[in-house]
């Protein structure tokens, strides 16, 4: 199942319109915000709006690009006294460019779309708050955040699909997200700086749907927490070593899945040598398939012990299960895995358990 976030995003860098011309203005300037064109460094800084004045832009509807763009280093950024900023009407995008952009404090409401990116040293979105539209018809409610720290600290309410690359972007924050999860430990914006994407967070799916979650790369995903809804059906891969990051180690290590009854995950966990001799050929490139649930999934670091101890729950049964499948195929590493569980078919809490070959 390849993820839609990998296929499209509503708030794409390459759709969103091309700004307004530059501007080197310091301070809030308000006529700047109602333009939807805080460009240049130190621009819309400090602003402060309260009640009715914090709604954007104040005397239309709409921006008039339909897009609040911050674009610069250290612009946009609130006291902590201010009002969350509202967009007037749904259907129009936030944008944040440039190093310490949109960030300590910057708390904006019914965004269509976000996209929040950094080429250099990072920081943008981060400490910042914004809850986008629900069922929004204008927009698919998508955030990006790419570029070092970019989105780090954050809290995100009401996303569509997330789209996190770089350098622990998406750390330490708080997501509610509808759809799919794309975290990869390589940024478009600064490809030097990478690894630690979207670790000690917690990803909160709130649509009993189709989701799929990809953590690719150095320690993505990392002592995150993952939740999903009843009904869910998932496809999660954890791949260390996936194509275009760089290769690495650590993938998904101590992160923590949340399954709600009648959830169906499929985990692909990939990131090991391959080419141990101490490693049977029926441990590598695991997939796992969960059918049921109601309990809580643990992935322990590769590097601390046994591979194949990546994927575990607390339950005894499962332990049990993992066990005996272990010994079943070390003992006939060319038969298929699932023929070690006819004992345990009338198991109501795990129904099937795969591994491809």
């Not at 409610?141 to 989105?151: A, F, K, L, P, S």
């Not at 995150?224 to 891969?237: D, L, P, Y």
């Not at 695991?286 to 809580?296: F, I, P, S």
Request: glycine share 8%.
């Amino acid at each position: 199942m390849q993820s839609r976030s990998q296929q499209t995003l509503g708030a794409n860098f390459e759709v969103l319109s091309a700004g307004a011309e530059k501007a080197l203005r310091a301070g809030c300037d308000v006529d700047l915000l109602n333009q939807g064109a805080c460009v240049g460094d130190d621009v819309c800084v400090g602003c402060d709006l309260p009640g009715a004045n914090a709604v954007l832009p104040q005397q239309d509807n709409r921006f008039p690009n339909n897009e609040l763009r911050c674009e610069g280093n250290r612009t946009c950024s609130q006291n902590v006294s201010s009002a969350t900023f509202k967009f007037a009407s749904p259907g129009q995008v936030m944008v944040c460019i440039g190093d310490v952009t949109c960030t300590d404090v910057w708390k904006v409401s019914n965004v269509g779309a976000a996209c929040c990116s950094s080429a250099n040293d990072g920081d943008t979105c981060s400490n910042s708050s914004f809850n986008l539209t629900a069922n929004d018809a204008l927009c698919q409610n998508d955030v990006c955040c790419d570029g070092t720290r970019v989105c780090t600290n954050s809290t995100m309410d009401d996303v569509e699909s997330l789209l996190c690359r770089g350098l622990l972007a998406c750390s330490d924050s708080q997501v509610i997200l509808e759809q799919d999860l794309y975290c990869n430990a390589t940024s478009e914006s600064n490809p030097s700086s990478s690894g630690s994407t979207c670790t000690n967070s917690s990803f909160t799916f709130v649509a009993n749907d189709t989701h799929v979650v990809d953590c690719l790369g150095d320690f993505v995903c990392e002592d995150s927490t993952f939740s999903f809804n009843e009904n869910s059906a998932i496809s999660f891969e954890c791949d260390s070593e996936a194509a275009g990051t760089g290769g690495g180690q650590g993938a998904c290590n101590e992160a923590t899945i949340n399954l709600a009854p009648g959830t169906q995950l499929e985990h692909h966990y990939h990131g090991y040598d391959e080419d141990q001799d101490d490693l049977p050929r029926n441990r590598r490139n695991r997939r796992n398939r969960l059918l049921g649930g109601d309990w809580t999934h643990l992935f322990p670091s590769p590097k601390s012990g046994d591979p194949f101890a990546v994927f575990k729950t607390f339950q005894e049964e499962l332990s049990k299960m993992a066990d005996a499948c272990d010994a079943y195929n070390d003992a006939s590493a060319n038969r298929p895995f699932p023929e070690c569980f006819p004992m345990y078919v009338n198991n109501p809490r795990l129904l099937e358990l795969s591994v491809s070959l």
